[in-house]
């Protein structure tokens, strides 16, 4: 069969053969086959001319156990080039958003690759969390053996998505080995003060039975997992004091290494906030009596804390919702002074803050607060000396200047472990304890004589006891609770009866750090050694938007603080930043109604959809995949209809990564027909090189169609390149590629068998798409270099494609340095190639100096700034900036004024007139060629 029919067929069969398969419609009947006697060069040595459907599979087949050999081995000096795809919860299946972005991550760490760099490309699972649990207490079996299970069968579906991956990095957040480390880090930030336990309101998730942190609770009030609308609750939780890092990390949105973040750097300044104060801890007082609870308050006036008179509290407060109607007070931590803490709704706090600590004596806002809650100022803390205000009556801050008291308090706070660390009103502890089973044990132990005591890390790791779906059931506090064997254990510190700790963290812990250990996963002395981490950051990482805004956030306090303390080389993990759409499906609803239909429940008419037995209207939509909404794809029956490098192919192409993928297989004939057109080009690479061809017309066309198709490489390979290494638009690589297939397209035979630039656009074809289709080019070069004569230098031909040098421009080929003068752009001047690589903003003044426009518009003026950039192989921008002086306003009398009115009037009457006059004429000609056409077809 031809192709063609093929597809014919298989449109027909899936049409009238229930769950269409192409393994069982072949078995129907030996005299019915699909599959074709079509070969393929690696295992017959022939080149087929034709490229059916199964030919593809025949190819992957070959291709897929051999790929990973075929790799290039980096020099051992190369550099390295970490390409990361967040790695995925391990839920049995994948989905067609896994499918899109380790598409992606594959095709990068081809490219560099290709380029000559050390890859590193890890895999690894997400395994801990509730829905494994959930999962686990469905099935009754153990939470370890069904995600055991389930990293399995995904592994397989990786592998089927033809990804290289460096399998022997892969870790898993569930093992002992593992979480050991997660474990250690914890007792790290214990350390260093980082880590408490207090009581505190929390986010309850009255489906999942377990505490969200406020990232984690949508705009509606509902968790992010189970949908539920999210109760508060007390409770005594273990936290990270994440707003230790407040200005560090607002500070390390700066970075210039940050490249793509711009959505999630305005996130994240959202949720940091402006860090203008500070938090500080004051001992509680309740009827008098002061226990173990503290009173946490933010101001952005420390340095005024020796006058504060009182303090209020906002009624959902904890501490309001604990001690309702008791007599609060507070100790002031730098004066031991006793404050009043009262409880008010009806005082202004700042965004996101529930506590005001009131300094009425140098703020008009609290002194009315004092008026208002009967309160008698007393404090006098400021003078004013040679015209600056200094602190009097504040003890050793006395006769400071304001900024010089504020260091002192915000230094002494942080010596003393009360605060002193820069944050905002808005911005809470990280929330880290969560109540059920699957998860990392937090390795600390209850001791009555000693109180919480940390696990020692030489008796690391605190491991899960084994513990089955029905065990799990039971759902409100945690089921460890249930383990008494294992809650029952020894003080570290005095050897007493002791009870583990029964919460385990949230996984967002596990996986803010393990982009680290995918370094060293084999260390069983340390989290990662420091020579590993040498290969920090990130050099380019992957992963869906919906994701990426939490975690991004909660690694970046784990890598700056792994940094304060000596153990990382860098603060901030990863630099370029992919974060790729949903990939969304077609769904069906039935008008004014949330009832959703099957595809095949409805049929079109008219470009309107129906429903199939009541003709009802169905309105249809791009929704993200669901099967309640019976819009989801299985990725695995769309490789064993196309392919893995056609599923990629249509995956990557018409949309960047960045837009929501609307998947379709409509996007497939475009697709196919690419491959087709290459694998024939191939061919007849090979091919034409034995036949006689007539002579070429006149003596100048071979070189015409030469220089055309050098003309095409460089024009397509410029933003091939530029698209691979700055946009990462992967969609728009495609599309050049396509209209580089095209120039190879056009030209006749006799340029395709003796043209040097004809191979040479072919090989840089195939080149650049191999990174995204890398079993079916890594057969097409097989095919391609079997070519008789090789003209062309620039292959190693004795090597497959993978160790081919990445194409680049001819030196000769001219790029654009453009040139604008106060933001607008003035000109555009070609600059070749081997001047370009060492341009400098020197040299491209010089050049913009030699032309006309600039010479008129911008040189008779004072240039007052240059900035020039260039991106190697594309273009250079040189800016340039000056003052432009007014022009005189113009006056005109009454009638000077009249005159131009009538004159530009005049004008355009003329040249609408023009117009028609140049319309009649073309009408005029084209009925003369309409008549002399049908008197030659008469006469014929």
């Known amino acids: 069969f031809t192709s063609t029919r093929e597809m014919l067929l298989r449109h027909t069969a899936r049409v009238i053969v229930p769950h269409y398969t192409k393994r069982n419609v072949i078995s129907l009947t030996p005299s019915w086959t699909l599959l ?18 199964d030919t593809l599979h025949n190819v992957e087949q070959h291709w897929k156990p051999r790929l990973q050999s075929c790799l290039p081995v980096p020099k051992p000096d190369a550099a390295k080039y970490y390409v990361l795809s967040m790695f995925p919860y391990p839920s049995g299946k994948l989905h067609m958003g896994h499918v899109r972005v380790y598409s992606i991550s594959d095709t990068f760490a081809h490219y560099y690759r290709m380029l000559g760099y050390n890859v590193i490309h890890p895999m690894g699972w997400d395994a801990f969390g509730l829905p494994a649990e959930n999962a686990a207490i469905e099935n009754g079996v153990s939470p370890a053996v069904w995600t055991k299970d389930n990293i399995a069968k995904m592994k397989e579906q990786l592998m089927e998505l033809g990804c290289t991956f460096d399998w022997d990095r892969e870790l898993a957040t569930c093992e002992p080995e593992y979480y050991r480390w997660t474990q ?33 609770v949508d705009g509606d009030g509902r968790s992010w997992r189970s949908g539920a609308l999210v109760e508060k609750k007390p409770l005594k939780q273990w936290f990270f004091k994440t707003t230790n890092f407040s200005k560090n990390l607002l500070e390390g949105l700066e970075d210039p290494s940050l490249i793509n973040w711009r959505a999630v750097v305005a996130a994240q300044r959202n949720w940091i906030g402006d860090c203008s104060g500070t938090n500080l801890d004051f001992r509680l007082m309740v009827d008098g009596v002061e226990g173990e609870q503290k009173l946490n308050v933010w101001t952005d006036q420390p340095e005024f804390v020796h006058g504060a008179e009182f303090i209020v509290l906002h009624p959902e407060h904890l501490v309001s919702t604990l001690h309702p109607g008791a007599n609060l007070e507070a100790v002031n931590p730098f004066t031991g002074s006793t404050i009043p803490v009262i409880v008010s709704g009806d005082v202004q706090y700042s965004y996101g803050a529930q506590t005001v600590l009131a300094f009425p004596s140098v703020s008009e806002a609290h002194r009315a607060m004092a008026t208002q809650f009967n309160i008698t100022p007393t404090a006098h803390i400021t003078s004013i000396s040679s015209g600056e205000v200094t602190l009097t009556n504040c003890g050793p801050l006395s006769g400071l200047s304001l900024p010089s008291a504020r260091t002192a308090v915000m230094d002494q706070a942080r010596k003393e472990g009360i605060g002193g660390h820069h944050t905002s009103s808005n911005l809470k502890d ?31 790791p605190v491991t899960l006891p084994p513990m089955s779906g029905d065990q799990l059931a039971s759902k409100g506090p945690s089921p460890l609770l249930q383990c008494e064997d294992w809650l029952s254990t020894t003080c570290p510190e005095c050897g007493g009866q002791a009870r583990r700790e029964t919460d385990t963290m949230d996984t967002f812990v596990d996986s803010s750090w393990y982009f680290l250990r995918y370094l060293d996963n084999k260390n069983n002395t340390e989290p990662f050694s420091m020579e590993a981490v040498k290969n920090m950051p990130v050099d380019l990482y992957i992963g ?29 993990p990863f630099c370029n930043l992919i974060t790729q759409g949903m990939v969304k499906g077609r769904s069906y609803r039935l008008k004014s109604s ?3 239909l099957k595809p095949d429940q409805v049929y079109e008419e008219g470009g309107k959809f129906y429903e199939n037995d009541t003709n009802a209207p169905i309105v249809t939509e791009w929704e993200k995949m669901s099967k309640s909404k019976h819009n989801g794809v299985d990725p695995g029956s769309m490789f064993e209809v196309y392919g893995c490098d056609t599923v990629r192919l249509m995956m990557l192409c018409n949309v960047g990564p ?20 290459l694998w024939k080009l191939v061919y007849q690479a090979v091919d034409l090189q034995e036949k006689t061809l007539p002579e070429m017309r006149y003596d100048e066309e071979m070189q015409e169609y030469r220089d055309k198709l050098r003309v095409a490489r460089n024009t397509h390979l410029r933003h091939v390149n530029y698209n691979y290494s700055h946009t990462r638009n992967l969609a728009v690589v495609i599309a050049r590629v396509n209209s580089m297939i095209a120039a190879a397209w056009s030209v006749p035979g006799q340029v395709k068998r003796d043209a040097p630039e004809y191979q040479q656009l072919l090989g840089n074809i195939l080149i650049a798409l191999a990174p995204i289709a890398p079993h079916m080019v890594a057969e097409l070069w097989e095919s391609f270099r079997s070519v008789r004569s090789q003209l062309c230098d620039d292959f190693d031909w004795s090597s497959g494609v993978f160790h081919q040098t990445w194409p680049q421009l001819d030196q000769t080929t001219n790029l654009e340095l453009k040139v604008l003068a106060n933001k607008k752009e003035v000109v555009r001047i070609p600059v070749a190639k081997w001047y370009f690589d060492t341009l400098t903003e020197e040299q491209a003044f010089d050049l913009a100096c030699h032309d006309n426009s600039i010479q008129d518009d911008v040189l008779p003026h004072d240039i ?25 306003k113009e006056t005109m009398s009454p009638e000077e004024f009249e005159k131009k009115k009538k004159a530009d009037k005049l004008a355009r009457k003329e040249e609408k007139l023009a117009k028609k006059a140049a319309r ?21």
């Open 920 to 940: 009649e004429e073309r009408t005029r000609i084209y009925n003369e060629n309409l008549a002399r056409r049908e008197k030659i077809s008469k006469t014929k």
């Open 658 to 677: 960045g837009s929501d993928r609307n998947w379709s297989e409509e996007t497939y004939p475009g697709i196919r027909n690419m491959q087709i057109k």
């Open 544 to 572: 869906g938007m919906e994701h990426a805004y939490l975690h991004l956030y909660f690694a970046r306090f784990f890598t700056h603080f792994l940094h304060s303390i000596g153990l990382s080389p860098v603060k901030e």
């Open 864 to 888: 007052s700034t240059k900035n020039f950039s260039k991106i190697d192989g594309f273009e250079a921008v040189l800016e340039l900036f000056f003052n432009r002086p007014e022009k005189p």
């Open 430 to 460: 990280w929330l880290i304890s969560r109540q059920r089973y699957w998860g990392t044990p937090i390795p600390v132990v209850h001791c009555s004589a000693c109180g919480p005591v940390p696990v020692p890390a030489d008796q690391l």
């Open 36 to 53: 074709s006697n079509r070969t393929i060069y690696s295992s017959t040595g022939v080149v087929d001319q034709h490229l059916s459907a």
């Open 184 to 216: 250690f880090i914890f007792l790290k930030l214990y350390q260093e003060g980082l880590v408490y336990q207090k009581d505190s309101m929390v986010n309850w998730d009255p489906v999942d039975q377990t505490v969200l942190a406020d990232e984690q």
């Open 594 to 596: 949330t009832k959703y």
